[in-house]
């Protein structure tokens, strides 16, 4: 159980372009979801909170604007990277809250994206 | 704000012994722990979680807690060459995961 996809796994596109990023939850529910965003040989940074139904809460230092999230069922949560540059190559990590318990979270396999 | 701190590591092993990891924490009301762990190129992979003081074992795993000293570990017993990998303490706060910057595990054959 608790198994979370994201598609696609590997992403290359040219500067200014936009990506879209998709998150699901296959077995559970999931009221929030998380996207996490890690550098080479950094720990993983948390960008936002998405929760089913309402906006996304953006962690400090991330453009809400260039970073558009959508949670639009229990088992789907987006990200888009807009206008993307150099600089936002990464690996972006989604991962899905199980209700009640302590708050486990289970992560994505990840999307590496290279923006060229 | 809210600090998780691991030994940086790296930590070499020999084949068959026991690995110890280290994490300490700056927030007092944290009430759930997980170790997750990383492979290079992949998403991390949780093994396990406590709650409660003391140790949890799990297999070749035990993560012990200590709230009062703010302190979690994770043993890992009889070391195997696929325990080589990065691993991530995280503490959660507000519903969200803090985590330390990773412990890099080697575990020479």
């Known amino acids: 159980g608790a198994v979370v996809s994201q598609h696609p796994s590997r992403v290359i596109c040219k500067s200014g372009t936009s990506v879209k990023i998709e998150c699901r939850s296959l077995d559970f529910q999931a009221t929030t979801m998380f996207w996490y965003r890690q550098f080479p040989k950094q720990s993983l940074m948390l960008m936002a909170t998405?929760?089913?139904?309402?906006?996304?809460?953006?962690e400090q230092g991330v453009e809400k604007d260039k970073f558009l999230i959508n949670h639009a069922s229990l088992t789907l949560s987006t990200l888009t990277v807009t206008s993307a540059h150099p600089e936002d190559s990464s690996f972006y990590i989604c991962s899905a809250r199980t209700s009640g318990g302590w708050d486990t979270q289970y992560f994505g396999p990840g999307t590496r994206l290279t923006v060229l | 704000q809210k600090e998780v701190e691991q030994n940086s590591g790296p930590l070499s092993v020999p084949e068959g012994a026991i690995a110890s990891l280290n994490c300490t924490y700056s927030d007092r009301g944290s009430q759930s722990f997980f170790w997750y762990r990383q492979y290079s190129g992949k998403s991390p992979e949780l093994i396990m979680f406590?709650?409660?003081?003391g140790d949890k074992e799990d297999g070749r795993f035990t993560a012990q807690l200590n709230k009062a000293s703010q302190y979690v570990s994770l043993l890992i017993r009889d070391s195997q060459p696929s325990d080589s990998a990065t691993y991530l303490c995280a503490v959660n706060n507000d519903y969200k995961l803090s985590f330390g910057a990773g412990t890099t595990v080697t575990v020479r054959a």
């Open positions: 998405s929760n089913e139904g309402s906006k996304a809460t953006y």
């Open positions: 406590i709650y409660s003081n």
